[in-house]
């Protein structure tokens, strides 16, 4: 396959997206490596409603967020490898000094999705509830039931 058939075959390729309890289709942007985890969303001035970012971790863990350097306030959702909701944190607000507090899960989570503020309550994304996923490759987890 040539460089330019394969730029073309990945810019055509849909973005993954999930669609909320309410019908509303948001697109993700993922976090996978380490890297792309620990930037998250810092330094951006905003995220418009309709999308968010999605990290994806190896297994399930209690994976604290902060929000150091984010400069937009945010919710954030952790879910289960089958995509079901299992805590939501409305409002997480920016923090650009420290200490900055850490946003930790009561429960193991694999995934944690990063959206607006007021999104989650807006589109129905509340703990009990499923989103649908496409597009993200590994996820949900073959197997996983919600």
Same mark, same amino acid.
């Given at each position: 396959?040539?460089?330019?058939?394969?730029?073309?075959?990945?810019?055509?390729?849909?973005?993954?997206?999930?669609?909320?309890?309410?019908?509303?289709?948001?697109?993700?942007?993922?976090?996978?490596?380490?890297?792309?985890?620990?930037?998250?969303?810092?330094?951006?001035?905003?995220?418009?409603?309709?999308?968010?970012?999605?990290?994806?971790?190896?297994?399930?863990?209690?994976?604290?967020?902060?929000?150091?350097?984010?400069?937009?306030?945010?919710?954030?959702?952790?879910?289960? /490898? *089958?995509? %079901?909701?299992?805590?939501? $944190?409305? &409002?997480?607000?920016?923090?650009?000094?420290?200490?900055?507090?850490?946003? =930790?899960?009561?429960?193991?989570?694999?995934?944690?999705?990063?959206?607006?503020? /007021? *999104?989650? %309550?807006?589109?129905?994304? $509340?703990? &009990?509830?499923?989103?649908?996923?496409?597009?993200?490759?590994?996820?949900? =987890?073959?197997?996983?039931?919600?």
């Amino acid at each position: 396959m040539t460089p330019i058939l394969a730029l073309a075959l990945a810019l055509a390729a849909p973005p993954p997206t999930c669609v909320a309890p309410d019908g509303t289709t948001i697109t993700l942007e993922l976090a996978i490596s380490d890297e792309e985890r620990a930037q998250g969303l810092m330094y951006r001035d905003q995220l418009p409603d309709g999308r968010g970012m999605l990290f994806l971790f190896q297994r399930d863990d209690y994976y604290p967020f902060w929000m150091k350097n984010t400069f937009i306030t945010l919710d954030i959702v952790w879910l289960s /490898g *089958a995509g %079901e909701v299992l805590e939501v $944190r409305r &409002g997480a607000v920016p923090c650009r000094v420290e200490p900055c507090p850490s946003y =930790v899960p009561s429960v193991r989570a694999r995934a944690v999705l990063e959206l607006p503020a /007021g *999104a989650a %309550e807006r589109h129905g994304i $509340r703990p &009990g509830t499923t989103l649908a996923f496409a597009n993200v490759p590994g996820f949900p =987890v073959a197997g996983r039931r919600p």
